[in-house]
């Protein structure tokens, strides 16, 4: 894996600048922000064909919020399970501090062991989801995210790769979280730039698990977005 080339490839296109500022604002939009998710798996996706310069046009709104929010929703989908528990702790801890007067005994225990299954649980899925957007990205429909076997066969046969993207993912998040040090300026520049440089090592990923032979699964670039987005 070409771990500079993850971080230095956005200073390759000549608009670099108008695009990193496009994006940082429309990450600041509730919402509005699944637009710039999408973009970034357009990203993964050209850096998997192996486009020189893999940064796209701000020329597909529509797909890129489409296919943002459906990543947002796998991602809701797969955090269901803790979701679920930590209702039902909430529930059971407001019985047990109504009935008692406070918050105890089995309350408490439950309340502890939810608390532990959800960092467990939010591990597993930082781990899990990297690899199931990349089968997303390749298979383009909903249903790839869930193709729990084929997610795993890219995870285990890729493993090296694979793990050094997740590194590559981690050090982009701190760069990106340097924007609440240097306020608005930071805001708009890092966060959405760190997204960016995690997108390309998963497209180097991407790029490695899959034969070039396939990437004509993708769409090009003036192709019309596939109906499953």
Same mark, same amino acid.
Request: hydrophobic fraction near 55%; include cysteine; proline fraction near 4%.
């Given at each position: 894996?070409?771990?500079?080339?993850?971080?230095?490839? @956005?200073?390759?296109?000549?608009?670099?600048?108008?695009?990193? =500022?496009?994006?940082? !604002?429309?990450?600041?939009?509730?919402?509005?922000?699944?637009?710039?998710?999408?973009?970034?798996?357009?990203?993964?996706?050209?850096?998997?064909?192996?486009?020189a310069k893999?940064?796209?046009?701000?020329?597909?709104?529509?797909?890129?919020?489409?296919?943002?929010?459906?990543?947002?929703?796998?991602?809701?989908?797969?955090? =269901?399970?803790?979701?679920?528990?930590?209702?039902?702790?909430?529930?059971?801890?407001?019985?047990?501090?109504? $009935?008692?007067?406070? @918050?105890?005994?089995?309350?408490?225990?439950?309340?502890?062991?939810?608390?532990?299954?959800?960092?467990?649980? $939010?591990? $597993?899925?930082?781990?899990?989801?990297?690899?199931?957007?990349?089968?997303?990205?390749?298979?383009?429909?909903?249903?790839?995210?869930?193709?729990?076997? +084929? &997610?795993?066969?890219?995870?285990?046969?890729n493993l090296?790769?694979?793990?050094?993207? &997740?590194?590559?993912?981690? !050090?982009?998040?701190?760069?990106?979280?340097?924007?609440? !040090? =240097?306020?608005?300026?930071?805001?708009?520049?890092?966060?959405?730039?760190?997204?960016?440089?995690?997108?390309?090592?998963?497209?180097?990923?991407?790029?490695v698990a899959?034969?070039?032979?396939?990437?004509?699964?993708?769409?090009?670039?003036? +192709?019309?977005?596939?109906?499953?987005?």
């Open positions: 894996m070409d771990i500079g080339r993850a971080f230095t490839f @956005v200073f390759d296109d000549e608009d670099w600048i108008k695009k990193i =500022l496009i994006g940082g !604002i429309i990450t600041l939009i509730p919402i509005v922000n699944f637009i710039a998710i999408g973009y970034g798996l357009r990203v993964l996706r050209n850096v998997s064909r192996g486009d893999p940064l796209p046009e701000w020329d597909d709104w529509g797909g890129d919020f489409v296919r943002g929010a459906l990543i947002f929703v796998a991602g809701l989908v797969y955090a =269901l399970p803790i979701i679920v528990l930590s209702i039902v702790s909430a529930i059971v801890t407001a019985i047990a501090a109504d $009935a008692f007067g406070d @918050v105890g005994g089995i309350a408490g225990l439950c309340l502890f062991g939810v608390n532990c299954l959800s960092v467990l649980w $939010a591990i $597993a899925m930082a781990l899990w989801l990297p690899a199931a957007t990349i089968r997303f990205a390749r298979e383009e429909n909903f249903g790839a995210f869930f193709e729990f076997s +084929e &997610i795993w066969a890219l995870i285990s046969n090296g790769a694979y793990a050094m993207a &997740i590194l590559v993912s981690i !050090i982009a998040g701190i760069v990106g979280g340097l924007g609440t !040090i =240097l306020c608005v300026i930071g805001v708009i520049f890092t966060s959405f730039y760190g997204n960016l440089v995690s997108m390309h090592a998963y497209g180097q990923v991407a790029a899959t034969p070039p032979t396939t990437m004509d699964t993708f769409a090009t670039e003036d +192709e019309e977005p596939p109906a499953s987005f």
